[in-house]
């Protein structure tokens, strides 16, 4: 059996513990939910999102591109 003395340490310890982790734990929660305004503020596609064109804008560039191309190879006389 353990004295009394050391379950009183291990009880310390143990409550000091659980506190330093859920000390933790909320302050990660409050960088997390700060984080997430932050991105809810300013667009939650972000910055780099906002740089590419759209999905539609890409896929009418590359038609275009196609046709330059075969434009470009009916002016050179080339047969496709």
Do not use: C, N, Y
């Not at 302050?27 to 503020?41: A, C, P």
């Not at 910055?47 to 009916?74: C, H, S, T």
């Amino acid at each position: 059996m353990l004295p009394i003395d050391s379950l009183v340490v291990l009880s310390g310890t143990g409550l000091l513990a659980l506190s330093i982790v859920t000390a933790v734990a909320a302050w990660s929660w409050r960088g997390w939910l700060e984080l997430q305004h932050h991105r809810f503020e300013h667009g939650a596609t972000g910055p780099r999102a906002q740089d590419l064109p759209a999905v539609g804008a890409r896929i009418d560039l590359a038609d275009m591109k196609e046709r330059i191309k075969k434009l470009e190879a009916i002016a050179a006389g080339v047969d496709m």
